[in-house]
DNA sequence: TACACTTTTCAGTAATTCTTGAAAATTCAA
DNA sequence: TTGAATTTTCAAGAATTACTGAAAAGTGTA
């Protein structure tokens, strides 16, 4: 197969930031590749359409099927696995969100939890952990609420996202109501 | 100056996490380093406290100087600059997406923008495009409604944040009023 | 201007990461 | 079970990125 310059382009560009990415030239490559295709293809395709090996391209695919971004299947008739990625693009980036998470936020989550729990008595370790706490705090509270966000329908994800900052209408709105109730409200 | 383990475990770890993002080590625990530092610090004890190069830190300083991270004091009748890394959490937070934004997203959505105005005519190219635009779309929602939620006030921020998904019934509550005023509401 | 101090640059080396071909392992049909 | 097709592993070389010491450049003071 070869590239028109239209997806040659596409996929030079993800090889590029993937680079800037922890993920490698090739990883992003092969995703970006994945991602326009209108066919699943094997591993031998994606290695010819790239100019990679096809070692490299096997350690890509497991890489991405590590991310759980590809799909696999088979043709009848065909013993090879042909990739996808998935037709839905939220669901995409969900997947990626949560990887991340697990990869990177998750770690550090423990790590500065850790840290909080030590007892501590020279002024050094009092201020820094004042600092952990702030990141912490902030980490949890951000990731707590992505996780929150990611679980609504895509539609009303999207209504959200429109509606933009204008949502902080609606929470002075909601501050009122707290207000009438007696001061009841959320406990989160 | 010698790190407490506190400190080095903190140091460490984000020396270990900038690896998994495009970051080089020597950056994750300079910045780790000011981040919790009580005092702002020179670029020696900056080297002495990490045991890097005096050229390794300042080459670090330079990248973090060129992604807003740092800032840079004086002391009296002291020619050395000081470094340290802002009060604020969030400001922090919001430096480093709006960075990534122009370094990443930005240019990402410039060549989607060029990949989407030529009219092709393959089957290939049309099916390239229609995912391109999904990409686009999402990318560009995401991103506008990060910028907007961004300038919220970090107070109205938070509670938006510990709100989480029970945003949803204030939207119900929004498209309830759309309604009864005959269909009008945000144009965006 | 001269000088002491500080920061930056840069070429060379070290370390890490990427990529490959060949061999090993796996899979499935006969 | 055999054997062809396919995928995976892995050691070694290639490429890239990180790090250093030494030299150059910059800065402020006397």
Same mark, same amino acid.
């Given at each position: 197969?070869?590239?028109?310059?239209?997806?040659?382009?596409?996929?030079?560009?993800?090889?590029?930031?993937?680079?800037?990415?922890? &993920?490698?030239?090739?990883?992003?490559?092969? *995703?970006?590749?994945?991602?326009?295709?209108?066919?699943?293809? #094997?591993? %031998?395709?994606?290695?010819?359409?790239?100019?990679?090996?096809?070692? #490299?391209?096997?350690?890509?695919?497991?890489?991405?099927?590590?991310?759980?971004?590809?799909?696999?299947?088979?043709?009848?008739?065909?013993?090879?696995? *042909?990739?996808?990625?998935?037709?839905?693009?939220?669901?995409?980036?969900?997947?990626?969100?949560?990887?991340?998470?697990?990869?990177?936020? %998750?770690?550090?989550?423990?790590?500065?939890?850790?840290?909080?729990?030590?007892?501590?008595?020279?002024?050094?370790?009092?201020?820094?952990?004042?600092?952990?706490?702030?990141?912490?705090?902030? &980490?949890?509270?951000?990731?707590?609420?992505?996780? %929150?966000?990611?679980?609504?329908?895509?539609? #009303?994800?999207?209504?959200?996202?429109?509606?933009?900052?204008?949502?902080?209408?609606?929470?002075?709105?909601?501050?009122?109501?707290?207000?009438?109730?007696?001061?009841?409200?959320?406990?989160?």
């Amino acid at each position: 197969m070869n590239l028109t310059p239209l997806i040659q382009t596409f996929v030079l560009h993800f090889g590029e930031m993937g680079s800037r990415w922890g &993920i490698n030239r090739t990883v992003g490559q092969i *995703y970006a590749l994945l991602y326009v295709a209108r066919e699943p293809l #094997n591993a %031998d395709e994606i290695a010819e359409a790239l100019g990679f090996s096809r070692s #490299n391209v096997s350690m890509g695919l497991k890489e991405l099927e590590s991310w759980r971004l590809t799909r696999v299947q088979h043709k009848p008739g065909d013993r090879r696995e *042909y990739f996808s990625a998935p037709e839905d693009i939220w669901a995409i980036f969900r997947t990626l969100a949560e990887e991340r998470r697990k990869r990177e936020v %998750d770690p550090t989550l423990s790590m500065l939890r850790e840290a909080l729990m030590q007892s501590v008595s020279g002024a050094e370790d009092q201020h820094a952990q004042k600092r952990m706490r702030e990141m912490h705090d902030l &980490i949890e509270l951000t990731t707590s609420w992505f996780a %929150d966000v990611q679980k609504m329908e895509p539609k #009303n994800l999207v209504s959200l996202m429109k509606l933009g900052a204008r949502v902080q209408k609606f929470l002075e709105m909601k501050d009122k109501l707290k207000l009438v109730a007696g001061g009841k409200g959320p406990s989160a």
